[in-house]
């Protein structure tokens, strides 16, 4: 059964740094090394986005808006993604997720229908 794990959120003052872990459980006639992971995120009233992936082959995106801030990795042994925050701001206030994606037609897309709990970030002084 797949599953992903998600903590690290809290509350954080604007320009402050968070770091988010994911621990997932998939498919064990695979293994993780193979798929390519991704971290998204859902603010209050908006659909949920693609923030950062990282392919099996370690190569990294990011979307426009945390370009620079943001740092996906992952550790293969542990099964776990990470996501280092740093100058955080206030729009970056959101539920996190991680799920695996699939590449198509040059886009990414969460590879399952079933999403962890996800983990609160909030950015405010």
């Known amino acids: 059964q797949v599953q992903f794990v998600e903590s690290g959120g809290g509350l954080v003052q604007p320009g402050g740094s968070l770091r988010l872990s994911c621990a997932a459980s998939?498919?064990?006639?695979?293994?993780?090394?193979?798929?390519?992971m991704g971290w998204f995120r859902q603010a209050p009233g908006k659909e949920r986005e693609l923030v950062a992936r990282?392919?099996?082959?370690?190569?990294?995106g990011y979307t426009d808006s945390v370009k620079g801030r943001f740092t996906i990795s992952r550790d293969d042994p542990k099964t776990t993604v990470y996501l280092q925050m740093n100058s955080l701001k206030p729009e970056d206030t959101a539920v996190y997720y991680c799920?695996?994606?699939?590449?198509?037609?040059?886009?990414?897309?969460?590879?399952?229908?079933?999403w962890g709990q996800g983990i609160q970030v909030t950015v405010s002084s």
């Open positions: 799920n695996a994606v699939r590449l198509t037609s040059g886009d990414y897309y969460p590879l399952y229908n079933s």
């Open positions: 990282i392919t099996a082959g370690h190569s990294t």
């Open positions: 998939l498919e064990p006639s695979i293994p993780f090394r193979a798929y390519n």
